[in-house]
C-alpha cells in the first residue's frame, strides 16, 4: 500500500508514524507529507530514511491511502484533491465530521458502514472516541436517554505549545502561552473557544459527534470539558441515563466483552484507570462503575484512554487496516 502522513512532522502524525510501524502495516511506500517549511526534512521510519514532501507532490503520487491530521485548513482544501485523484483520505480533524455526506467512524462501533465511495472518512473528536467506546454497548442494550459528561483533557491535544508551557511554569520560567492562564497547578475549564451558547467548541464536539455515531438524535447530551495538568490521556467522569434499567453485573460483562475496553474496576484494591497507566496503550479503560441512586437507570462511569492514540493516531490507522481488510481500497 502507498500511504501518504499529511501532518507527518506534528505531535498526532509522528504518533500515527509510530502505531502504523508497530502494526507492521503494509507499507509499499510512504510519503511523510508537511508544510513547505517542513519539506526536505528527513526522517527516518522502520530503520529507513524518509524525506518530507509537500502536498502537491503528494497528490501526484497517488497514495492509496492519506493519513491527516494537519488542522482543519489544509483538510478542507486538499482532503477533496486527494479524493479525486483516487486517494481515500482518513482525517483527524473537524473539518469533514458533521458533514452529512461524510462518515464519521470508530472501527468497534461502525466501520460496517463504509463503502468504496467513502473517500474522505473522518476520524471523530479524541474525547468522543473514547466516551462512544464505552456508551455504544450500553446503548445497544440499554438505549440511552441522556449523558452528562465531565472532561479531564491532557495537555496534549492542545499540541506541543501546551507541553512546553507547563515545563516552563513547573521549572518556573518564562515562555510561549498555550493557554491565556497558567496550567501548572491549575484547571481550565475552557477547551478550544467559546460558543454564543456559552458552550465551547470542544463540549459541542461531544454533543454533536455522539448523536451522529450512534445515529439517533434523541440521545441528550451535556458537557463540561476542563484541561488539566496531564499528558498520559483525557478522563471522563460520565453520568449515563438509560430508559431502561440494567443491572451492574450485565454492565461490567458487557463493557469486558467490547472489543478496545479494558474494565479496571475494583474498589477494594484500589484499581481504576488512570491516565499516567492509559499512556501509549491502545485500549479504553473503564472503571468506577456503580449506580447513581439519585436517580433511576442511572450509572456512573470513569473512562480514560491515551487521546494521542486511540483518540487520534490508533483509531486513525484502525480504519485503514478495515479499508485493507475489506477491499475498500
Ligand atoms: C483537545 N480534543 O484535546 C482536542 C483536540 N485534540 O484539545
Given at each position: 500500500m502507498k500511504i501518504a502522513v499529511v501532518g507527518a512532522t506534528g505531535m498526532v502524525g509522528q504518533i500515527m508514524l509510530k502505531v502504523l510501524a508497530e502494526r507492521d502495516f503494509p507499507i509499499t511506500d510512504l510519503y511523510p507529507v508537511a508544510s513547505e517549511r517542513s519539506v526536505g526534512k528527513k526522517m527516518e521510519f522502520k530503520g529507513k530514511e524518509y524525506e518530507v514532501i509537500g502536498l502537491q507532490t503528494a497528490v501526484a503520487l497517488k497514495p492509496d491511502i492519506a493519513l491527516f491530521s494537519a488542522g482543519g485548513e489544509t483538510s478542507l482544501e486538499w482532503a477533496p484533491k486527494f479524493a479525486e485523484n483516487g486517494t481515500t483520505v482518513i482525517d483527524?480533524?473537524?473539518?469533514?465530521?458533521?458533514?452529512?455526506?461524510?462518515k464519521l467512524v470508530i472501527p468497534e462501533i461502525?466501520?460496517?458502514?463504509?463503502?468504496?465511495?467513502?473517500k474522505i472518512i473522518a476520524n471523530p473528536n479524541c474525547s468522543t472516541i473514547q466516551l462512544l467506546m464505552a456508551l455504544k454497548p450500553l446503548h445497544d442494550k440499554f438505549k440511552i436517554k441522556r449523558v452528562v459528561v465531565s472532561t479531564y483533557q491532557s495537555i496534549t491535544g492542545t499540541g506541543v505549545k501546551a507541553v512546553e508551557q507547563l515545563e516552563n511554569e513547573f521549572n518556573g520560567e518564562k515562555g510561549e502561552m498555550a493557554?491565556?492562564?497558567?496550567i501548572h497547578k491549575n484547571a481550565l475549564p475552557h477547551c478550544d473557544v467559546f460558543q454564543d451558547n456559552g458552550y465551547t467548541k470542544e463540549e459541542m464536539k461531544l454533543t454533536n459527534e455522539t448523536k451522529k455515531i450512534l445515529g439517533d438524535d434523541s440521545v441528550l447530551l451535556s458537557a463540561t470539558a476542563i484541561r488539566i495538568p496531564v499528558v498520559g490521556g483525557h478522563s471522563e467522569a460520565v453520568n449515563v441515563e438509560f430508559e431502561n434499567d440494567f443491572d451492574e453485573a450485565e454492565i461490567r460483562k458487557i463493557l469486558s466483552q467490547f472489543p478496545g475496553i479494558t474494565v479496571q474496576d475494583n474498589p477494594e484494591t484500589n484499581t481504576y484507570p488512570m491516565p499516567i497507566y492509559a499512556e501509549g496503550k491502545d485500549d479504553v479503560f473503564v472503571g468506577r462503575i456503580r449506580r447513581d441512586y439519585s436517580q433511576p437507570n442511572t450509572l456512573n462511569m470513569w473512562v480514560v484512554a491515551d487521546n494521542l492514540r486511540k483518540g487520534a493516531a490508533t483509531n486513525t490507522v484502525q480504519i485503514a487496516e478495515y479499508l485493507i481488510e475489506n477491499k475498500l481500497v
Open positions: 483527524n480533524s473537524s473539518a469533514w465530521r458533521m458533514d452529512e455526506t461524510k461502525n466501520a460496517s458502514n463504509l463503502t468504496k465511495e467513502d493557554y491565556p492562564y497558567p
